[in-house]
């Protein structure tokens, strides 16, 4: 069976870098794991994904219908491969990782959204990941009035409508607002929260691998320079670290964290004196 799955059909390695940044975000989110996961055989993971690919294209060859085929997607997804949100007392560090929902079927709704996004595309479908109240959740529209609204880890799904008499501004009002989240968006969304998760368990290393990569997205932004500083401070490399958190304070001289960012340059350059 070809192995058609939005990469070039005789190159599933991902190794080549050099347009790491036409890739579909799932792809590029799997591609970002290899580089503080030695380990991940991200070969498996893209086989994995080329086989729920193939089945979302039955579904939309059998399902014309748009409603019904998100319904195929959606039932398969939920029911079939039985992807769901995790219970367990795993760190959430995995439960984002999409190589690791790929493979146990369990995730955060990031993973889980960035995954069914993928796939609801993959059956033409016009969706993405969108922010509400704080949660990451998949939005699915149908027309400029028409669409759905999935909860990732449940797959519990809300349909609306805006009735043609209806002003869009005052329907606006009236909802609270959804913030759509579009390709390199959702890339930077996963790295940032796959930065936090590492931090938070002291994984400083695989952190900085977050940092850099978002740092080729972004450029010389104040606020990764930052948390650079801070990571290569706790990695034992005070005079790279000092230069970023430099630059931060004058790239941001008015952010509420100038002070303590200061006792840090302090503490490293009391640091380096002593050293030497």
């Not at 759905?148 to 209806?166: A, D, L, R």
């Not at 930065?195 to 400083?204: D, M």
């Not at 990695?235 to 840090?264: G, R, S, Y």
Request: glycine share 4%; hydrophobic share 35%; charged share 25%.
């Amino acid at each position: 069976m070809k192995n058609d799955i939005w990469l070039d059909e005789n190159d599933l390695s991902l190794d080549d870098n050099s347009d790491a940044f036409s890739y579909p975000p799932l792809i590029r989110c799997i591609k970002a794991e290899q580089s503080w996961d030695a380990q991940a055989d991200t070969n498996e993971t893209l086989c994995q994904l080329a086989e729920l690919e193939f089945a979302v294209d039955e579904i939309r060859q059998k399902q014309k219908n748009q409603h019904k085929c998100l319904d195929g997607v959606l039932d398969a997804f939920y029911t079939q491969w039985l992807f769901s949100g995790s219970s367990q007392d795993v760190p959430e560090y995995k439960l984002n990782s999409v190589c690791y929902a790929l493979s146990m079927r369990s995730g955060t709704n990031t993973a889980l959204g960035l995954i069914l996004v993928h796939l609801l595309e993959r059956a033409k479908l016009n969706a993405s990941l969108a922010l509400s109240q704080g949660e990451i959740i998949v939005h699915v529209a149908l027309s400029e009035e028409e669409g759905y609204v999935v909860e990732p880890s449940s797959g519990h799904q809300t349909w609306y409508i805006m009735p043609e008499n209806e002003n869009k501004k005052d329907q606006e009002q009236d909802q609270e607002p959804m913030e759509l989240i579009f390709n390199e968006e959702s890339v930077k969304l996963y790295l940032s929260q796959q930065k936090w998760a590492f931090i938070a368990v002291e994984k400083f290393g695989h952190a900085l691998s977050c940092v850099e990569q978002l740092m080729d997205i972004l450029g010389d932004d104040p606020y990764e320079r930052r948390d650079r500083g801070y990571l290569l401070n706790q990695l034992n490399c005070p005079k790279m670290a000092k230069d970023d958190l430099q630059f931060f304070i004058d790239e941001c001289p008015d952010d509420p964290t100038i002070e303590v960012i200061q006792h840090q340059i302090k503490e490293l350059a009391d640091h380096n004196n002593i050293l030497h």
